[in-house]
């Protein structure tokens, strides 16, 4: 079975490994991933996690800056006469031209239970919610994003401290073996694939600056903390304190409940806790954060080298 792989996040790469231990009938001709960028302060060009994973496993690597009208890229596409092309985490949308390519079609690997959280951030839309349950589903390709005709679900529990990373390790304990089963039983015509219901679709944009801003004043603690585990990780949830960005990397709610403190007030207790007052007037803990262009440290040693922190209102 001929293979090309649509992929760019460091989750894509792990999947990748497992599709070639267990993949006995595959052969994997092609990955494609979106062009190296730069990162961090010094703008250094980083290879994406499936590019260099693919490099050390002998597999071909392409990165188009686009795909629409990229002419050279679909010729090439059909000279490897490819049985499906996969996508998982590529990040670009897919035009016609190459969804017409493989044999049996385009696949893609959605994080939800389509047509609910259709588009690009399901994994954060569940666990803002306070979803229990999340689930994995492939499907056909199409024109339009996230719409076409599902081959398989598969579900997965979600704990109340799950985060994204926690998720994403779960279906990777999953998701290789069902999308190997279900490529084979599309070449067997074993399975049938089932249109979605339009009426119950939902969805979810892709993930701007402002959705990992915290506003205490205005959010409760099981908001504040729910959008941590959403963008824990990547791209961490902040507030600003003296006018630079401040990642909340570590958090917790307490128990207990503050009426006579300020909304958003930070809080030093005298067994050296860090409190953040919501609207809700309960509490979040400070375990770990990290000041714009410095290093990750515990809020201890953050309140060491910044004593007008106290009392500082978020």
């Not at 990165?63 to 049985?83: A, Y």
């Not at 035009?95 to 994080?111: F, M, Q, V």
């Not at 390790?169 to 070449?187: H, Q, R, S």
Request: charge should be neutral; proline fraction near 4%.
């Amino acid at each position: 079975m001929k293979l090309a792989f649509f992929w760019t996040w460091e989750f894509s790469k792990n999947i990748l490994k497992w599709v070639l231990d267990i993949g006995k009938n595959i052969n994997i001709h092609l990955v494609v991933s979106q062009p190296d960028k730069p990162v961090g302060r010094d703008k250094n060009i980083i290879e994406t996690p499936i590019k260099k994973f693919s490099i050390d496993n002998n597999i071909e690597v392409l990165q188009p800056v686009k795909l629409k009208n990229n002419e050279d890229f679909f010729e090439k596409l059909k000279s490897l006469d490819l049985d499906f092309i996969v996508v998982v985490a590529y990040g670009k949308i897919i035009p016609k031209e190459i969804l017409d390519i493989p044999k049996y079609g385009c696949i893609n690997i959605h994080w939800s239970i389509l047509p609910k959280y259709r588009w690009a951030s399901p994994i954060q839309e569940c666990l803002k919610n306070w979803d229990k349950l999340t689930w994995l589903t492939i499907m056909y390709m199409s024109e339009w994003m996230d719409e076409w005709d599902i081959l398989k679900i598969e579900e997965i529990d979600v704990d109340n401290v799950d985060k994204t990373s926690d998720i994403f390790n779960k279906f990777e304990k999953i998701g290789p073996k069902i999308l190997l089963d279900t490529l084979n039983w599309i070449v067997d015509w074993k399975i049938k694939w089932i249109p979605q219901d339009d009426s119950k679709s939902t969805y979810c944009k892709k993930i701007e600056k402002e959705d990992w801003l915290v506003n205490f004043k205005n959010e409760t603690s099981f908001e504040i903390y729910n959008k941590f585990r959403a963008y824990y990780n990547w791209p961490w949830i902040y507030t600003f304190f003296e006018w630079k960005k401040l990642n909340l990397e570590e958090i917790s709610i307490a128990d207990n409940t503050s009426e006579s403190r300020k909304t958003g007030q930070v809080i030093k207790l005298e067994n050296k806790q860090i409190w953040v007052i919501c609207a809700d007037n309960k509490i979040i803990l400070i375990e770990r954060l990290k000041l714009e262009w410095k290093k990750s440290i515990s809020s201890i040693d953050f309140i060491n080298g910044n004593k007008s922190f106290i009392n500082t209102i978020l």
